[in-house]
């Protein structure tokens, strides 16, 4: 079980190369922050950890971890929270299964997942094993808004030193497509409650019966009230018709979706996309593809797996895909496509690596080809698409000479969880769906069909007011141009405009702050860092997670980069370390040639302002200058180039923590503030430098070869450790 004792910092222990890289970053950290009286220890919010701790009766004693999660999520609730939080796995349905299977491999004697559960323990089984899936630790933890930029030392090193950028030109054929009815849009209602209430979610069906989806939802006065739905039916439709016009374009098919934070209804929406690239299949094989226990919703790849040794399937799934266009891939080399794993395309880190590489996407033959990015719901597609638009126009982004959008985004209390919250449903039957209130009032309404998506969504007062507050505080500070991404004929927009406009006004600031559609907001925002100046995307939830990485992956390269600060509302921290969307690529390539080009800038950026607001909140001295040593040896890994390398033989993750260790040492040693501290690291400095020839090469020693960490969602930590701290000489200085 986890040890009690809160520590003065908490750094997560989550899941595949953040994780990885942890094994060699966190001991550096532990032996530095000692030798100031910090304690940093760890909790456990890895998928694998989770899982575990959901099913302690099935287990050893041994074998039972602690609910780290729930104890994280009353401890950010505090003013003593200060917790480090690196990116973790989101778990999509095959995840979840891959992990469970894993487990069991390793001994521990959890239940299957049921895909049908009819017994109570079955039931039981599969209500636990849900609530894991999909973003189920961002909105435990997220007691805050969030402020995120990129670092001034990391900006300005992608100025100097610009990454590659993809051509751009007038006649790409790359574009988006949306539903232009039908979807979560278009169909969305949203009200603001004027006093506290409880509320129910009913489906009446068009044969009378009356089911109740959700009861005993609480709400308090002033929280924003949404509800909407997807029809399968224009989706279906949609799906059919973008299918026959790739073709006719020569483009390449590519679905774009989030089904790891909307990991109800994303799936869903994929499930349909599977069904309908093999429509023929599916209407010739239906009963025997269900009888295999083929689910749309796992992706293509688990529906090969299954129907692969019947050959009439085979063949028609073969003749079916000739007469497609040909699909974007995710990885051509092996075959595997964008309907393969639902969690294998993630539109916040597709779509902008599309854009970066000048609109291309990778096809099966191995070549790049101009894309049908298509992404049904049509409520933030449109920033994707006036991106391509605007870069078809003008040119790719200059990163040498282009400003930066920083990001203030509302999250707290599990604002805006769209689609993934237990108030999203697959229709079982037609009927009308209604949101009641406790003294009766029908809140929403939608007449549904079967087999549609539907869902509720709220976000609170107080998160809200916190949000634009910070807003307000961040266009002081910085005194750039600051834009809200609302829409005004956006049924949930115009709700937040109604909070939005007094507050400003109250605060006399009006006349600092635009509001603007996402299209419009995308253009003037693109517009405006092409100039060279600098901007802030006041943003909704999902708007965040999208800009936060299309922005920083235009301008710096990468997301993994960006400073991730959530203020808590009651005055803890917590310091998000950046995205982690490419990290299982990162593992495999660790696990064939002992190669782990994970970049834990991000890890730097949020140890930095972790350590100064420890120093803030506690008076604590040392943690400062702990802080401002760790921006200059982060400064120092930037201008000495000592960032991973992406390639087997060039110095990797490894080596850059050696070097951050050395210049955070240096910059210890050389300070004239703290006189111990200096005396404690001069000795470490300089063993760190003498010792320089003898790590690099014990660090290198082992590339090229294949490494045993022991599994991949539940390593060994002592394989791991021997992996990712081969240096000798490097552990006998750090201790």
């Not at 994970?598 to 506690?618: N, P, T, V, Y």
């Amino acid at each position: 079980m986890t040890d009690k004792t809160i520590p003065d910092i908490i750094y997560t222990k989550v899941d595949e190369a953040p994780e990885l890289a942890s094994a060699s970053l966190l001991p550096i950290i532990q032996s530095f922050a000692s030798a100031a009286g910090i304690s940093v220890g760890t909790r456990d919010i890895s998928l694998a950890g989770r899982i575990i701790a959901a099913f302690p009766e099935y287990l050893t004693e041994d074998q039972r971890i602690n609910d780290d999660l729930a104890e994280l999520g009353e401890l950010v609730k505090t003013p003593e929270a200060n917790v480090i939080k690196l990116p973790n796995i989101s778990a999509s349905g095959p995840q979840l299964l891959a992990a469970i299977k894993e487990l069991q491999a390793q001994g521990y004697a959890l239940p299957d997942y049921p895909d049908a559960p009819s017994t109570d323990a079955e039931k039981t089984a599969r209500a636990r094993y849900d609530a894991i899936k999909g973003s189920a630790v961002n909105p435990v933890l997220r007691e805050g808004n969030s402020d995120r930029r990129a670092a001034g030392a990391v900006k300005r090193f992608a100025q100097a030193n610009p990454h590659r950028m993809g051509k751009w030109g007038a006649d790409s054929k790359t574009e988006v497509s949306s539903m232009s009815g039908g979807d979560f849009f278009s169909n969305e209602t949203s009200a603001t409650l004027k006093a506290a209430t409880k509320a129910k979610i009913v489906l009446q069906g068009a044969d009378g019966s009356e089911t109740v989806l959700k009861d005993g939802l609480s709400y308090p006065a002033g929280t924003v009230v949404d509800a909407t739905f997807m029809s399968a039916r224009a989706l279906s439709e949609f799906l059919d018709a973008e299918i026959a016009r790739t073709k006719e374009n020569g483009t390449l098919f590519s679905l774009h979706m989030k089904a790891t934070m909307m990991k109800v209804s994303d799936p869903i929406i994929f499930g349909h996309a599977v069904r309908a690239w093999l429509k023929p299949v599916f209407e010739t094989h239906g009963d025997k593809l269900a009888a295999l226990g083929v689910n749309p919703n796992s992706g293509l790849g688990d529906l090969l797996n299954r129907v692969k040794d019947d050959a009439a399937i085979m063949a028609d799934i073969d003749a079916v895909t000739a007469a497609r266009p040909p699909m974007y891939m995710v990885n051509s080399d092996k075959g595997i496509t964008n309907l393969h794993v639902p969690s294998d395309v993630i539109i916040d880190a597709s779509m902008p690596a599309l854009i970066r590489a000048g609109g291309k996407g990778w096809g099966p033959d191995g070549q790049e080809h101009d894309t049908n990015c298509v992404i049904p719901d049509n409520s933030y597609a449109p920033v994707y698409d006036e991106t391509i638009k605007f870069f078809k126009a003008n040119g790719a982004l200059d990163p040498a000479t282009a400003g930066t959008v920083q990001n203030i985004g509302l999250m707290a209390q599990k604002a805006e969880e769209y689609g993934s919250h237990p108030t999203t449903f697959e229709m079982p039957q037609a009927g009308t769906v209604r949101m009641v209130l406790d003294d009766g009032t029908v809140l929403h309404e939608h007449k549904v069909e079967e087999g549609d998506i539907w869902r509720a969504a709220s976000a609170r007062k107080a998160p809200i007011e916190d949000w634009v507050q910070l807003a307000i505080d961040r266009q002081k500070a910085t005194g750039y141009r600051a834009i809200f991404w609302l829409d005004e004929n956006r049924a949930h927009d115009a709700e937040l405009i109604a909070y939005v406009k007094p507050i400003l006004e109250a605060a006399g600031v009006a006349d600092k702050f635009e509001i603007m559609a996402p299209r419009e907001a995308t253009r003037a925002s693109l517009e405006t860092i092409t100039k060279g100046e600098n901007t802030i995307a006041i943003t909704g939830n999902v708007l965040r997670d999208y800009l936060t990485d299309l922005f920083p992956i235009l301008e710096l390269a990468t997301s993994a980069k960006m400073l991730s600060i959530v203020k808590l509302m009651q005055g803890g921290g917590l310091f998000e370390t950046g995205a982690g969307g490419s990290a299982p690529k990162h593992v495999q390539q660790l696990m064939e040639e002992n190669h782990l080009r994970w970049d834990s800038l991000g890890e730097f950026c949020a140890l930095g302002e972790s350590f100064k607001f420890l120093a803030d909140a506690r008076g604590n001295e040392k943690a400062r200058l702990l802080g401002e040593a760790v921006e200059e040896a982060t400064q120092g890994i930037l201008d000495h180039d000592r960032s991973p390398g992406r390639k087997v033989g060039q110095p990797d993750n490894r080596h850059s923590h050696y070097w951050f260790a050395r210049y955070w040492a240096e910059a210890l040693a050389a300070q004239a503030k703290d006189a111990a501290l200096a005396a404690h690291f001069a000795p470490i400095a300089k063993a760190l430098a003498d010792g320089e020839a003898a790590i690099t090469q014990e660090l290198s020693a082992g590339a090229g070869a294949a490494v045993d960490l022991g599994g991949y969602y539940h390593g060994d930590s002592a394989k791991t450790a021997a992996v990712m701290r081969p240096s000798a000489t490097l552990n006998a200085i750090i201790g």
